[in-house]
């Protein structure tokens, strides 16, 4: 763990901050594709390794737990599941190099019949967005 040192993980942690590069090395290291099909450049879909996996990023960083359950489980399980082919191809290899992290959320506020229907994931953007500028998610599924 020598890229997640205790000290650096208290940090993150107390501030809620996930390091991009931290999930970019989960990506070159085969972790962010767990739920990943092998065609879309995945480990396979192994759930009990992602369980694992989880488990042992969670004893050293809840701020990176969090954002790598995002996108291996929200993510890559929910594309796997209910993508159409193109947004796979164009989505899955993304999230297995840990290039794609996604965050999910609702809102009142927003017309969410249109993108429930056009199934829309925005990009975040702007400086404004804790999840953002936290590195913790750079795509928004909404949904009613």
């Given at each position: 763990?020598?890229?997640?040192?205790?000290?650096?993980?208290?940090?993150?942690d107390k501030g809620?901050?996930?390091?991009?590069?931290?999930?970019?090395?989960?990506?070159?290291?085969?972790?962010?594709?767990?739920?990943?099909?092998?065609?879309?450049?995945?480990?396979?879909?192994?759930?009990?390794?992602?369980?694992?996996?989880?488990?042992?990023?969670?004893?050293?960083?809840?701020?990176?737990?969090?954002?790598y359950i995002m996108?291996?489980?929200?993510?890559?399980?929910?594309?796997?599941?209910?993508?159409?082919?193109?947004?796979?191809?164009?989505?899955?290899?993304?999230?297995?190099?840990?290039?794609?992290?996604?965050?999910?959320?609702?809102?009142?506020?927003?017309?969410?019949?249109?993108?429930?229907?056009?199934?829309?994931?925005?990009?975040?953007?702007?400086?404004?967005?804790?999840?953002?500028?936290?590195?913790?998610?750079?795509?928004?599924?909404?949904?009613?």
């Open positions: 763990m020598t890229d997640m040192p205790r000290e650096k993980a208290r940090e993150w809620s901050i996930c390091p991009a590069e931290v999930m970019k090395k989960l990506g070159a290291m085969g972790l962010m594709g767990l739920t990943v099909e092998e065609r879309f450049g995945g480990a396979g879909v192994d759930i009990y390794a992602t369980m694992a996996v989880i488990e042992e990023i969670a004893k050293r960083s809840v701020a990176v737990a969090c954002p996108a291996v489980c929200y993510a890559g399980m929910n594309l796997g599941e209910s993508a159409s082919e193109d947004q796979k191809q164009e989505l899955l290899p993304k999230v297995a190099a840990g290039d794609l992290l996604f965050a999910c959320g609702l809102s009142d506020q927003m017309d969410m019949e249109r993108y429930v229907r056009d199934a829309v994931s925005l990009p975040i953007v702007g400086g404004s967005s804790n999840m953002q500028k936290n590195n913790i998610a750079n795509r928004l599924k909404l949904g009613a």
